[in-house]
């Protein structure tokens, strides 16, 4: 069967999920753009922003399987919308704060765990719903369009949160954000899907001994395992350090630490995802295969060392913006693997311990870069964690070809 191009788009029940979330997404890191810069400025804590990375990214490695087992049993637009709920509580509780001068580092601390949290919980449910809004030959384009959306905001938070921090002041500019929450949590209250209603499944309880259970099972679909190691590889190999540490990239190329160069080099970081989401929809060139997420995943970790030691600015960005091309073919190619493979029963869970990898073991790439960095340089921590990511990928196939090859 043929395959519309763009085909969540034209799908009138998946069109405003996407924008939705996109708009969530933006918020997300719009948040991150307001509360970064006041807590600097109020406390002047390096380990208030090391907290900041390691609160983001624990929830998703302690906490998704759980989630995925709520989505397997529970309405996932209700999830969502208590997601979105707990976003917008933490951006009015930071409002507050600012507009009394009540800030303290305990409060933020709690802030910036039960603004994680919200990510995790919001992860598995919105995954089921694309598998609800879609058929299964749509699922790809669904998979990979949100993707894309979710880029799009990655891209756009810190222009809109730059905009209403210099316009509006922090207090109001926080305030203001709880806005983009609000479309995606609305049109939860208007579409019937559930995430339970094309394939159905049994109401798991949720439980340890069941997400066990769940782990046992996955553990011998060679298929599976290679997609969540896939994830899991590049997220605590590379991960969020990139941009963390982009602004030591940007003084080394000559473009200073500011200023518009910077912002090229932070641009083409997200341009990539979006640019490779737009055109592997319009042309279909990439199919949801397990090698091409290794191919995808081998040429992000190749571009990466490009990028980490290139000492030419017009190189750097162009690296960036391939990189970004081949994670957002390599995210999509999993997690729509995945999702096509995993039990409808267990669906919820299987996805859960896929943000485990993709999204929890981010907090392991403070490590990978960051310490190594600081014994070697981060020019060179990031290029042996790239590379070590290259032949991580060339395991992965081996261990999924040669299951293949056994059956």
Not at 28 to 40: G, M, R, S
Not at 117 to 131: R, S
Not at 156 to 179: C, D, E, H, K, Q
Not at 348 to 372: M, P
Request: include cysteine; aromatic fraction near 10%.
């Amino acid at each position: 069967m043929r395959v519309a191009r763009f085909a969540a788009l034209r799908n009138r029940d998946c069109r405003p999920y996407l924008f939705g979330t996109g708009l969530a997404m933006m918020a997300d890191n719009i948040e991150h753009v307001i509360t970064y810069w006041v807590l600097w400025e109020r406390f002047h804590s390096p380990a208030l922003t090391g907290f900041q990375v390691i609160s983001h990214w624990v929830p998703f490695l302690l906490l998704s399987v759980w989630f995925g087992g709520l989505a397997d049993r529970y309405d996932c637009r209700r999830l969502i919308q208590a997601a979105q709920g707990l976003f917008m509580f933490v951006s009015a509780a930071w409002g507050v704060l600012f507009l009394t001068g009540a800030l303290q580092v305990w409060h933020a601390c709690v802030l910036l765990v039960l603004h994680g949290c919200a990510g995790a919980m919001w992860g598995p449910g919105e995954q089921m719903l694309l598998h609800d809004f879609v058929s299964r030959e749509e699922l790809p384009s669904a998979v990979r369009l949100n993707a894309t959306f979710r880029s799009l905001g990655v891209l756009f938070g810190p222009v809109v949160g730059s905009a209403l921090l210099l316009g509006l002041g922090p207090t109001w500019g926080i305030f203001a954000n709880i806005a983009f929450y609000l479309p995606l949590t609305l049109f939860l209250f208007r579409t019937r899907f559930t995430g339970h209603l094309r394939e159905g499944g049994r109401k798991a309880r949720v439980g340890i001994k069941d997400a066990v259970r769940v782990l046992r099972d996955v553990r011998g679909d060679r298929t599976l395992v290679s997609m969540i190691a896939l994830a899991g590889l590049g997220s605590f190999l590379v991960g969020a350090s990139m941009q963390s540490a982009m602004p030591v990239f940007a003084h080394d190329l000559g473009a200073g630490s500011a200023g518009v160069a910077y912002g090229v080099l932070l641009f083409a970081n997200g341009a990539g995802g979006v640019i490779g989401g737009l055109v592997l929809e319009a042309t279909g060139w990439v199919r949801p295969k397990v090698g091409a997420a290794i191919v995808a995943t081998g040429v992000y970790g190749v571009t990466t060392v490009v990028f980490a030691l290139s000492g030419n600015y017009g190189v750097a960005v162009v690296a960036l913006v391939v990189g970004g091309v081949a994670n957002l073919a390599s995210m999509s190619i999993t997690q729509t693997v995945v999702q096509l493979l995993a039990p409808a029963a267990d669906r919820g869970r299987v996805i859960g311990l896929y943000n485990v990898s993709a999204g929890g073991l981010k907090a392991g790439s403070g490590f990978t870069v960051g310490l190594l960095g600081a014994v070697v340089g981060l020019h060179w921590s990031l290029a042996v964690s790239a590379g070590v990511l290259v032949v991580g990928a060339g395991a992965v196939a081996a261990h999924a070809f040669r299951g293949r090859v056994a059956g």
